[in-house]
Nanobody, 123 residues
Framework: VQLQASGGGLVQAGGSLRLSCAAS????????MGWFRQAPGKEREFVAA????????YYADPVKGRFTISRDNAKNTVYLQMNGLKPEDTAVYYC?????????????????WGQGTQVTVSS
């Protein structure tokens, strides 16, 4: 499974970005997908996850109400819509695939990772 994340960039506080993660392979529709982020000097942390069907989603408390995860199985793509961005959202954002199909909330749930896309929010 190859994952390609894109959509990061520099944005002012209060702005929005939409991250995309394109996956290879026909089995994408059976994977749970997640977004994690890692700020300099910090551990990689969970941001959001979505089950294979899209019915179940989970969000980390700091992003609830601001971020929305979604997927388009026809396009083998998962998205992270980020609104109301804050400087503390600055990090490299990674997408990951959970072959069990659930919306895992820990790094150990995920077998495949994308290369990351930088999000920088200025104050």
């Amino acid at each position: 499974v190859q994952l390609q994340a894109s959509g990061g960039g520099l944005v002012q506080a209060g702005g929005s970005l939409r991250l995309s993660c394109a996956a290879s392979g026909r089995a994408f529709r059976s994977y749970g997908m997640g977004w994690f982020r890692q700020a300099p000097g910090k551990e990689r942390e969970f941001v959001a996850a979505i089950s294979w069907s899209g019915v179940t989603t989970y969000y980390a408390d700091p992003v609830k109400g601001r971020f929305t995860i979604s997927r388009d199985n026809a396009k083998n793509t998962v998205y992270l819509q980020m609104n109301g961005l804050k400087p503390e959202d600055t990090a490299v954002y990674y997408c990951a695939a959970d072959l069990a199909g659930v919306a895992g909330r820990t790094k150990n749930d995920y077998s495949y990772w994308g290369q990351g896309t930088q999000v920088t929010v200025s104050s």
